[in-house]
């Protein structure tokens, strides 16, 4: 008797902490956290706070897409919801190879040069590093806006010509290696284990600002970034250019003049300017910066060289650093791009998908115990097949045998692992019997055309 009820309270006791444990990671996402439950003394102790909210992403994107159908929209378009989530996981696989290189610097200055002792179980000292932290992302933020090399990484968060949650997570692999330079002033005296906490927490926030589902938050709009706040910033239309930059507080927009609030006489155009039609997230990730080489190319002399990679996008030869407001487009209405695949396709790049995403996650489980060739050789298997199955969206017509060579490969991987995992023989029946779909059909086959989203 006494056993069972121990056995009772035992499992009464799990599920209490894995309804704690949900609780927690919920309220992470809306900056809701308790100091006490996160000071920590070392970096290295810092848990991934953002890898572990990425099941709450995507049910949080589940979730949207059916609040947006029973409001009558299009909700999450599958082609465009899948590359924001490939740009996700781009940007983990950068730092699954770095290893948490890029706060290095970090780290050194505050070693050598910190010019205060900042106790790190103190409470005081998570808020300024909350404060602190959101107080730098504006002026990097603004930055990726305001020079033209910086752009070229940070565009890629604006390629959606949709607005939901999953732009949220749609960024370079190299974002985090073009923006620590401007938190390096917080390193003279905030922790590293804090601004790296805090770090997280504010693009966790992040997240779920970017979505239409949400119409206002109230007096809230005062202080804190909003949906409503972000889709200004993302819009293309003239009116929406280079205001509200803010992380999560969007005071700091209203203090520098940056502000700009949402209006219901302009409706919003998503996406870049000069919109690049693909589903293809490598494409996707590059094509800007052979822009900027192009442009630094075509320039003669130092001066405009110089400024072809510092000043704005904008900027001409002739005109201030950031470009002349007369000639820049107003963006009014558009027509997205957008791919009719049949419903067998889909399903078909659905499921690869979730196999390249097990085995992202499997990546992350494990990585700190393998060699860094080895690390680098499955990254690439990730990033290939992200980009095929984009290029598969896009209907390519190198995709289908570009899919040949990828389900080939992994089929021939599946067998060569297949006694350390008792799923790698059924893995490895499915691409070849994938493989061989895409050999004995070309894309003739396929009726795929563009169609339009109202």
Request: net charge neutral.
């Amino acid at each position: 008797m006494a056993a069972e009820v121990f056995a009772n309270a035992t499992v009464e006791n799990g599920v209490s902490d894995l309804f704690a444990g949900h609780m927690k990671a919920l309220g992470r996402m809306f900056y809701i956290i308790s100091p006490k439950e996160t000071m920590y003394e070392k970096q290295e102790d810092v848990p991934n706070f953002f890898r572990q909210s990425y099941p709450y992403f995507l049910i949080f994107m589940v979730i949207e897409h059916i609040v947006l159908r029973l409001k009558g929209k299009h909700g999450i378009r599958l082609n465009d919801g899948i590359t924001s989530i490939s740009h996700g996981l781009f940007q983990e696989c950068g730092r699954l190879i770095w290893r948490g290189a890029e706060s290095y610097l970090y780290t050194w200055i505050y070693a050598h040069y910190r010019l205060i002792d900042l106790q790190w179980d103190n409470p005081l000292t998570w808020y300024a590093a909350a404060l602190g932290v959101d107080f730098c992302y504006y002026w990097m933020h603004r930055a990726c806006h305001e020079i033209h090399i910086l752009w070229a990484q940070h565009q890629v968060h604006h390629t959606s010509e949709d607005f939901n949650m999953g732009v949220g997570i749609r960024q370079s692999v190299l974002q985090g290696w073009c923006g620590f330079i401007f938190y390096l002033p917080l390193a003279l005296a905030i922790p590293p284990a804090q601004f790296v906490m805090h770090h997280q927490f504010s693009y966790i926030y992040m997240f779920w600002i970017h979505t239409e589902a949400i119409k206002s938050l109230g007096p809230l709009e005062y202080i804190l970034n909003t949906p409503s706040h972000h889709r200004v910033h993302h819009g293309s239309n003239k009116y929406c250019l280079d205001v509200n930059y803010g992380g999560v507080l969007i005071i700091w927009d209203r203090i520098f003049g940056t502000f700009r609030p949402e209006t219901d006489k302009v409706e919003i155009v998503y996406g870049l300017i000069y919109n690049q039609p693909s589903f293809n997230p490598l494409y996707l990730q590059t094509f800007y910066t052979r822009y900027v080489i192009e442009k630094f190319r075509s320039l003669q002399s130092w001066e405009h060289k110089f400024k072809a990679v510092m000043w704005g996008p904008s900027w001409e030869p002739g005109t201030p650093r950031l470009g002349d407001e007369a000639k820049k487009v107003d963006i009014t209405q558009r027509e997205k791009y957008d791919v009719l695949l049949p419903s067998w396709c889909n399903a078909y790049l659905i499921v690869h998908y979730a196999f390249v995403l097990y085995g992202f996650f499997e990546l992350s489980s494990r990585y700190m115990g393998m060699t860094p060739i080895s690390v680098l050789i499955f990254v690439l298997y990730i990033i290939a097949s992200l980009t095929v199955i984009g290029m598969l969206f896009d209907n390519s017509q190198y995709a289908p045998m570009l899919e040949v060579l990828r389900c080939s490969a992994l089929a021939f991987l599946a067998r060569s692992i297949s006694s350390t995992s008792p799923a790698m023989p059924v893995l490895q029946v499915v691409y070849v019997v994938s493989a061989m779909f895409w050999c004995l059909h070309t894309l003739k086959l396929l009726e795929i055309k563009k169609s339009k989203v109202e």
